[in-house]
């Protein structure tokens, strides 16, 4: 099976920025699409980018186009979501996840979850 360790959530004030990384291990990284869900307190889990396995294909939620970026580093096994412009809607825990068999922003699709990153935005 495939294990993902997300790191880099924090507190940051509104506006500023973090980067989140996913360390994953087990399995060929190379070989699943990958993901980055959110999920705040008493809501549920919302996609909030994707990446194809050869980073042809991106995508993003409405709520973070233009502030958030979604990249991988295959070589090192690394998913990243690079988060400017926080605010404090983005609060939330931040899961990595990975598909074997699609790129979606169902969570249904994939089939490893990540134990998640507190990402706190005060304003």
């Known amino acids: 099976q495939v294990q993902l360790v997300e790191s880099g959530g924090g507190l940051v004030q509104t506006g500023g920025s973090l980067r989140l990384s996913c360390a994953a291990s087990?399995?060929?990284?190379?070989?699943?699409?990958r993901g980055w869900f959110r999920q705040a307190p008493g809501k549920e889990r919302e996609f909030v980018a994707a990446?194809?396995?050869?980073?042809?294909?991106?995508s993003y939620a409405d709520s973070v186009k233009g502030r958030f970026s979604i990249s991988r580093d295959n070589a090192k096994n690394t998913l990243y979501l690079q988060m400017n412009s926080l605010k404090p809607e983005d609060t939330a825990v931040y899961y990595c996840?990975?598909?074997?068999?699609?790129?979606?922003?169902?969570?249904?699709?994939?089939?490893?979850w990540g134990q998640g990153t507190q990402v706190t935005v005060s304003s």
């Open positions: 990446i194809s396995r050869s980073a042809t294909r991106i």
């Open positions: 996840a990975a598909s074997l068999d699609s790129y979606t922003s169902r969570g249904d699709g994939y089939d490893y």
């Open positions: 087990g399995r060929t990284f190379s070989s699943y699409a």
